[in-house]
């Protein structure tokens, strides 16, 4: 949530840039925006692979110099900001532990893997009947010149380019790093991603349409909006069995309803107490080798992996070093 909130305020202070205001203002703003630049990319791998298609879709600009030299600049930091963080020894320990496939079925894999999340994120309906309820405030915000907007959506294609790319750099890399997908933690970094660059993508497309003299879209009459709007609350708060698995009918997908599940049912507090529990062994044996218990519940919302009975595992040495041990295990 700290990388999507950075990504949506260098967004939002990128945009006011492209707006008139004094000299003072102007500065704070391009500091606030280096900044962020040089933290948001050390949040996740995901971030820095769309930093990483956001430099390729913008090469012809750069080439050309048709991109003004203080967007070069904030650009460039966010791409060494980038590196540092993906060039991290951590990544390579963990990618270590793995026995990779080869770079071409790497792509395979990760293009199909791709293909079956685009099913999941636009089978349920959902950002379909988002995009429909803001059709019509779009073209407004579009078409009017003074809007920052206005500027980011006048080449049609950059939008769409961006986010298709960056997904795939975000699944190969995946595949390179842990021969499988991103996990669901950082897929739900990758959906505001997606989300930003799908409607950013919808405003280009209309932008391009009135350009062109297409007649502008009507508002959709008061009780359809609201139904669409009801349909969408349904939806979200509803288990969709978006891994189309008859073995998977009935058990929760949807993050939210399993965030409320995990929550409501206890096992968040009880996780919570647990590992609480750990922290102060750990932290009271003297010795430099710990055994703590295992875990009782381990909430989907909250528990990715948890450490291993073998204290040589990666993930077990890592955990040892944070708490200044030679080895801590998990006795079964």
Not at 8 to 36: D, E
Not at 134 to 162: C, G, H, K, S
Not at 295 to 311: C, G, K
Request: glycine share 6%; aromatic share 10%; proline share 6%.
């Amino acid at each position: 949530m700290g990388g999507c909130a950075c990504c949506l305020l260098l967004l939002g202070v990128v945009a006011k840039l492209h707006l008139p205001q004094n000299k003072v203002s102007r500065l704070i703003c391009w500091v606030i925006a280096i900044i962020l630049a040089l933290l948001t990319p050390g949040f996740s791998e995901m971030i820095n692979c769309f930093i990483l298609a956001l430099v390729i879709v913008l090469l012809p600009q750069i080439r050309s110099r048709s991109l003004q030299r203080p967007w070069i600049g904030l650009l460039t930091i966010a791409v060494v900001a980038a590196a540092v963080a993906t060039l991290a020894p951590g990544n390579f320990v963990r990618s270590a532990s793995y026995q990779h496939v080869d770079l071409l079925h790497s792509v395979v894999l990760s293009a199909a893997s791709l293909g079956y999340s685009f099913i999941g994120w636009f089978s349920s309906g959902i950002l379909i009947l988002l995009t429909l309820l803001v059709l019509p405030a779009l073209q407004r915000l579009v078409n009017d010149p003074a809007l920052p907007i206005t500027r980011f959506t006048r080449i049609v294609w950059f939008w769409p380019l961006w986010m298709l790319l960056g997904l795939a750099f975000c699944y190969l890399f995946s595949y390179l790093a842990i021969d499988g997908p991103p996990p669901s933690r950082a897929r739900n970094l990758i959906m505001p991603l997606l989300i930003i660059g799908w409607f950013m993508s919808i405003a280009g497309i209309l932008s391009y349409l009135l350009r062109r003299g297409a007649t502008p879209l009507q508002r959709l009459p008061t009780y359809v909006r609201l139904g669409m709007s009801l349909l969408v609350l349904l939806l979200v708060l509803s288990d969709q069995n978006i891994t189309l698995k008859r073995s998977r009918i009935g058990q929760p997908t949807n993050s939210v309803t399993q965030a409320y599940r995990d929550w409501l049912s206890g096992d968040a507090a009880q996780y919570n107490r647990e590992e609480e529990a750990r922290y102060t062994l750990i932290r009271q044996t003297l010795a430099d080798s710990v055994v703590i218990p295992p875990l009782s519940v381990q909430p989907v919302t909250l528990v990715w992996w948890d450490i291993s009975e073998n204290p040589a595992m990666w993930g077990n040495r890592a955990y040892a070093d944070y708490f200044h041990k030679k080895a801590i295990w998990v006795k079964l």
